[in-house]
């Protein structure tokens, strides 16, 4: 049960009486017997939803649905099949630093695989790849969710490497990334990283 997909919706009106509670219904048959959580949307907004534990070689009914102060209205029956599933491994993506002035950073991260678990995530960072500074461990992280950390204190115009880091079963850790803190004086610089990450796309 490795599978997982996402499903998506398309509010096309809300009837005038907004905003609207917007989720799917789910299952192996139309007669579904899942429901996701649902989301507050407007007229002409989108949604989407993440479903996880999904057989192998198995055909999936689903529906989108919206509920205000009239009703309920649902959207046409669509389906997908599964193929075989396969071991996936957990991953953690380091993006890079933003906020960065004289003295501080905003370290970023974001959770790229979850293996269907929930995720403890933080960072390592320093002056070297050695880094020697762990941030706190934060719980409850999932697949395509972001995280951050404020540093302070920094060292002005010095260079700092960081990775991201997630935790369930064991450590993965991000690639190395490297951020620069401004100096009061100087001309106007601009850096362009050599590193590039393509995220996978899920089908």
């Known amino acids: 049960m490795n599978h997982k997909a996402v499903l998506n919706g398309y509010l096309v009106r809300d009837g005038g009486l907004p ?9 192996e048959t139309i007669a579904y017997g899942n429901t996701t959580i649902t989301q507050n949307k407007l007229m002409g907004e989108s949604f989407w939803v ?17 509920t ?3 009703g309920t209205a649902y959207g046409d029956d669509k389906s997908f099949a599964t193929g075989i599933a396969e ?3 957990a991953s953690v993506v380091t993006l890079p630093a933003t906020m960065i002035t004289e003295h501080a950073a905003r370290i970023n991260g974001m959770i790229e695989e979850d293996a269907d ?6 960072f390592q960072w320093g002056l070297t790849k050695e880094y020697g500074a762990n941030t706190t461990w934060v719980g409850g992280f999932v697949e395509g969710m972001a995280f951050f950390v404020d540093l302070n204190e920094l060292a002005e115009g010095t260079g700092y490497h ?4 997630l935790k369930q079963d064991s450590i993965v850790s991000g690639q190395d990334m490297v951020f620069s ?13 050599d590193q590039a990450y393509l995220l996978e796309a899920s089908g």
């Not at 678990?117 to 933080?122: E, G, I, L, P, Q």
């Open 117 to 122: 678990k929930f995720s403890y995530v933080r």
């Open 19 to 27: 905003p609207c509670s917007c989720g799917f219904e789910w299952g």
């Open 181 to 193: 803190t401004l100096s009061p004086t100087g001309p106007l610089t601009l850096i362009t990283e």
């Open 68 to 70: 205000n102060s009239i």
């Open 87 to 89: 071991v996936v491994a």
């Open 162 to 165: 960081f990775r991201a880091q």
């Open 50 to 66: 993440i479903i996880t534990g999904l057989d192998s070689l198995t055909t999936y009914h689903f529906r989108a649905f919206a």
